[in-house]
Nanobody, 122 residues
Framework: QVQLVESGGGLVQAGGSLRLSCAGA????????MGWFRQAPGKEREFVAS????????YYSDSVKGRFTISRDNAKKTVYLQMNSLEPDDTAVYYC???????????????WGQGTQVTVSS
């Protein structure tokens, strides 16, 4: 089992940057693919980015490609989401998730954090 705790959310102006962190607990953390998802008010939760267990493969949604970067440090059991050039449409609760061999669909992920709020003002 894996426990996940997100941090780093907050309020930022459009064009600014934030780095989200997801701290994991559990012996097999480094075996899991990790993903970031987000849910804006009134919308369904959507895929943002994911990274394979080794960090060798990454995937991004079209809406964040070129602006967001996902990375991981297995020694620290932490996954990061560096968000640059933030836009008001990026406002959402951001969740990290863990799943074996997972990529970009929610059903592939077994463990979820509680979420962290990101608000981008115009």
């Amino acid at each position: 089992q894996v426990q996940l705790v997100e941090s780093g959310g907050g309020l930022v102006q459009a064009g600014g940057s934030l780095r989200l962190s997801c701290a994991g607990a559990g012996r097999r953390f480094s075996s899991y693919s990790m993903g970031w998802f987000r849910q804006a008010p009134g919308k369904e939760r959507e895929f943002v980015a994911s990274i394979s267990w080794s960090g060798g493969s990454t995937y991004y949604s079209d809406s964040v490609k070129g602006r967001f970067t996902i990375s991981r440090d297995n020694a620290k059991k932490t996954v990061y989401l560096q968000m640059n050039s933030l836009e008001p449409d990026d406002t959402a609760v951001y969740y990290c998730a863990a799943g074996m061999g997972a990529s970009y669909t929610q059903r592939e992920y077994d463990y979820w954090g509680q979420g962290t709020q990101v608000t981008v003002s115009s």
